[in-house]
Structure formats: C-alpha cells, structure tokens
C-alpha cells in the first residue's frame, strides 16, 4: 500500500511519521488490495482545544475512495479514530461486494 503523508500548517516528528506508517497498513487485514492512503493531518485554530484533525483517504479498487475525518486532542487519537471510521466503512463495502 502506497501512503502519502502531508502536513497543514505545522511540520510532522519522525514520531508522528512512524505512527502513521505503523497504524495504516494495518488496514489491509480489514480488506485485501487497498491502493494506496493519503494522511492529511492539520492543525485547526492552534490556541484552542480539540484542535488536530486527521483526514484518510483510502483508494480501492472498484470505487473511487474511502474517506474519514476527525478531530480530538492529539493526532494519535484523531487517526485512530479516523482508522476505526474506515475499518466500519470497509466492512460495509465487504458486504456488498459479497451480496453481488
């Protein structure tokens, strides 16, 4: 799987680089082929709190993409929650590969 990280108005550690390339591949045990990600992670309103955002947007075969965002307190938790968001969408996509 192709990963494509960008960064919104900071620059990300080799930390938070490692954590996504670590969390997201694990996605292919949810469904064979994925094609690629691409991690958008940006900072909205810096002086605030709740303030990281991460967007995934995966690309599989047979449709365009998968998309999740979501926003907590740190990037870690706002990319496992977006994690979580596209492992449901998969499985919902799974099924209705198989009902054809």
């Known amino acids: 799987m192709n990963i494509q990280l960008s960064t919104v108005h900071f620059s990300a550690d080799q930390k938070l680089?490692?954590?996504?390339n670590k969390k997201v591949p694990k996605l292919d045990t949810f469904?064979?082929?994925?094609?690629?990600?691409?991690?958008i992670l940006k900072v909205?309103?810096?002086?605030?709190?709740n303030n990281k955002?991460?967007?995934?947007?995966l690309s599989i075969?047979?449709?365009?993409?998968?998309?999740?965002?979501?926003?907590a307190d740190s990037f870690e938790e706002a990319i496992d929650l977006a994690i979580?968001?596209?492992?449901?969408?998969?499985?919902?996509?799974?099924?209705?590969?198989?009902?054809?």
């Not at 469904?31 to 991690?39: K, P, R, S």
């Not at 909205?44 to 709190?49: M, Q, R, S």
């Not at 955002?53 to 947007?57: G, L, N, R, S």
């Open 84 to 100: 979580d968001a596209i492992r449901k969408q998969l499985s919902k996509y799974k099924e209705k590969l198989k009902d054809k």
């Open 61 to 71: 075969p047979g449709s365009d993409y998968l998309f999740a965002e979501k926003q």
């Open 31 to 39: 469904f064979e082929g994925i094609i690629g990600a691409e991690v």
């Open 53 to 57: 955002v991460a967007e995934i947007k």
């Open 44 to 49: 909205v309103k810096p002086e605030t709190a």
């Open 17 to 20: 680089v490692d954590f996504v």
